[in-house]
């Protein structure tokens, strides 16, 4: 009876010890963040900056540690990384080329259709969006800016309406880095830093635009600037070096031709274009041009008076004929299939999404063993020391011109910009350093713009010419407005900012992208075919809404006392209107569900009988697994721990 009586003493005490644990507990579930539904759990010190570069710590044997057999391993160990990382660089290249060509078999021709909206594109928000989509269809700033140079020099387009248009296409390049810096979604503060490296350059884009658009519709600056400098020197057209296409023109040109003036004859408004395959069947052709007898309707139809002659009930006159003989069929691999430019477009773009993303992980994992100890203490150094004082406003500079440098050698700041994605990711580069270079690749592509632009024909070099100095003056405007001055390096402080919420939700990197990228621009499309003033009726109050929330959310940082109480916060609102995590709640439970969807079907393929079972028992498991929120663990493992507590003071009373 003794020993029945002291449990039951102890059983008050007991449960207050466990109140007391119960309430600690909920503490510690309520403070637990919410992560998205792909993040992995990782412990992180509060009073560590997530920005500063990490330690790349060498787990190897020292060298000096080595034998003789020892050190000639490692030597042919790290030759052979090399080779590799070059090799897998190589085709990172030829793969972002072929998802170019394989974006222009997709949306190519609409692309091309888009741009003979010539009403549309009076309108310079129109204009705007119209480069940004057609970018975004095509996958390069270069085609979409060789079209606009088509149209201006057939006359369908002027100049002043081709500068918005320009603008646009530099944001839609934008956005290649950013969907690789997707794939190192894997881990959190890598992800962090590499999707803050990748849209600094978004977000300098559109500043830029936001400032330099109502300017050159106010002022015409661009405009006016571009037609000085044309006018003020003589040049003579000459022909646009080939860097890198030398050496990945073999391999993407077995892959795939495309014939890029059915695009631009699309645009121009050429009927015959449009039933035209872009694979190129035929790579040599020969063109003979014979003075020959025509028959024409009347006298007015002749050449010349000279040279027009009747013949009973026919008029003829001489006329050139030109004749376009086949001599040599293209030798890519898609020369003789009989697939559609949509089919073809499919198969090169998964396959090309594949190989990429292959690559980059794969570069990414070199670049992780590779980067150890003293040589990326070393590297680190170099790409990311400031001069000494005073001269340490020097660097920065330095940085834009090694951009610029490297994005002509490469002819791409695509690929400039997403190489050093992965960089910024794994912490070999800063951002403070990333946001220079991205800088100097803007350059570095309107100077390989400039130079094509000079190998233009004669009756097209002006425009051309014209139209890549616009481009040229258009970023370096906004170098000036968005880098000099450290306050003014905005760009930045908003990267980190997006940093940190793709971090903790890992589900808004796409969501941004989607609105960023496609909504956004097909909205305010939408709205400019509907008219000015629908756009404005429409647009106009969103945009003061955007300001004024803007300005309190500054205010609420800055000098919160100077707002109502009402609006020192935004508790006011419901939650899910001010905070991502009931929004975060909702994806993991969506994707949860499709998860256990997705294992029911296969069971049910598998298995019917088992069916019912499976399904039973992957709606009573908790989300979490996919979910991945340790809040959510926690309160599990604290509800089966109240459980068994209660148990066993059931027992006790017995």
Sequence with gaps: MDSLRLPQQMAPENKEDHNEDQENKNKEVQASPAHSTVALVE?????????DLPELKDTGVPWSALDSRGKVMRVLVSVAKLVLLLGFLYMFICSLDILSSAFQLVGGKAAGDIFQENSVLANPLA??????LVTLLVQSSSTSSSIV????????????????????????????NTLVAMTQAGERSTFRRAFAGATVHDFFNWLSVLVLLPLEVATGYLYVVTELIIDSFNIQSGEAPELLNVITDPLTESIIVLDESVLTGIATGDPLARNKSLIKRWCQTFTNTTLMNVTVPGPENCTSP???????????????????????????????????????????????????????????????SMLKGQVAGVIKT???????????????????????????????????????????????????????????????TTTTAILAAMASPGDSLANALQIALVHFLFNISGIIL?????????????????GNITASYRWFAAVYIICCFFVFPLFVFSLSLAGWKVLVGVGAPILVMLIIIIVINVVQKRKPGCLPAI??????????????????????????????CCKCCQIAADDPEHKDKECVEEDQKTHTEVYDNPAMSAEKEVENEIKIELQILKMTRL
């Excluded at 412990?43 to 920005?51: C, N």
């Excluded at 204009?127 to 940004?132: A, T």
């Design 43 to 51: 412990e992180e010190s509060e009073d560590a900056d997530p920005w």
């Design 382 to 444: 170099i790409l990311n020391t400031d001069f000494p004082f005073p001269f340490g406003w020097i660097t920065g500079y330095i940085a834009i011109i090694v951009g610029a440098g490297m994005t002509f050698i490469v002819q791409s700041s695509s690929v400039f910009t997403s190489a050093i994605t992965p960089l910024v990711g794994i912490g070999v580069i800063s951002i403070e350093r990333a946001y220079p270079l991205s800088l100097g690749s803007n350059i570095g």
């Design 482 to 498: 968005w880098y000099p001055i450290p306050f003014t390096r905005i760009p930045i402080r908003l990267a980190k900012g997006l």
């Design 567 to 596: 609006l020192q916060s935004w508790d006011f609102l419901p939650l899910w209107a001010h905070s991502l995590a009931p929004w975060d709640k909702v994806v993991g439970v969506f994707i949860a569900k499709c998860c256990c």
């Design 127 to 132: 204009g705007l969006v119209i480069g940004v």
């Design 149 to 176: 140079v088509s149209m201006v020099s057939s006359g369908l387009l002027t100049v002043q309406l081709a500068v918005p248009i320009i603008m646009g296409t530099n944001i839609g390049t934008s956005v290649t």
């Design 306 to 368: 000279s040279l027009c002659w009747d013949d009973g009930n026919y008029t003829f006159t001489l006329k050139n004929i030109s004749e376009t003989y086949n001599v040599q069929k293209c030798k890519h691999i898609f020369v003789d299939v009989n697939l559609s430019d949509l089919a073809v477009g499919l198969i090169l773009l998964a396959l090309s999404l594949l190989v990429l993303c292959s690559c980059l992980i794969l570069i990414v994992k070199l670049l992780n």
